[in-house]
T-cell receptor, first 113, second 118 residues
């Protein structure tokens, strides 16, 4: 019973490097989200998707891009990493937004040096 | 803009105590409220989901209540155990700032760090 799986779990990047974080869910959920968690700031929404082929901006989208080519996968890309993007990234999914709960992955701890 | 506040920020209690964690939100037009638990270095585990039409939900030793009109929710933990030590997060889902649906986007509180000592 995998639920929401994030890859990788840890990563260290140099400033200016790029990378992609992968989120995969096996629950046939329609809605998927990327959040970042920072001390003192709590969890903030980066981007989200309401279905395959759709993406939308959240609260803090600058410096990130996303894609949802397949329903089960939601990719978060950093084109040119900056130290300000050092954070813990969480992916979440939910079947519907009105009555169903959100499920979260285990997180990706990213350090940009 | 929806804002969620959790009080207290930290709580330390001896094992066996019953305790209450508080969550308040500024916009009462929510679809639902969810309580999560987060262990250090781990992801978020869903504890309870309360729909806007519900007053409370129970799971084992946990009971969450919702008073939507006053913008408040409480998480009651009965007979606390050291294994309950974690950060507890409250999050709401509702309308966006323009009055349309937020598509399940969650607005989180800062969390309550709970320590239960033997």
């Amino acid at each position: 019973n995998a639920g929401v799986t994030q890859t990788p779990k840890f990563r260290v990047l140099k400033t200016g490097q790029s990378m992609t974080l992968l989120c995969a869910q096996d629950m046939n959920h329609e809605y998927m989200y990327w959040y970042r968690q920072d001390p003192g700031m709590g969890l903030r929404l980066i981007h989200y998707s309401v279905g395959e082929g759709t993406t939308a901006k959240g609260e803090v989208p600058d410096g990130y891009n996303v894609s949802r080519l397949k329903k089960q996968n939601f990719l978060l890309g950093l084109e040119s990493a900056a130290p300000s993007q050092t954070s813990v990234y969480f992916c979440a999914s939910r079947l519907g937004y009105f009555v169903t709960e959100a499920f979260f992955g285990q997180g990706t701890r990213l350090t940009v040096v | 803009k929806q804002e969620v506040t959790q009080i207290p920020a930290a709580l330390s209690v001896p094992e066996g105590e019953n305790l209450v964690l508080n969550c308040s939100f500024t916009d009462s037009a929510i679809y639902n409220l969810q309580w999560f638990r987060q262990d250090p270095g781990k992801g978020l585990t869903s504890l309870l989901l309360i729909q806007s039409s519900q007053r409370e939900q129970t799971s084992g030793r946990l009971n969450a209540s919702l008073d939507k009109s006053s913008g408040r929710s409480t998480l009651y933990i009965a007979a606390s155990q050291p294994g309950d030590s974690a950060t507890y997060l409250c999050a709401v889902s509702g309308r966006d700032n323009a009055g349309g649906t937020s598509y399940g986007k969650l607005t989180f509180g800062q969390g309550t760090i709970l320590t239960v000592h033997p």
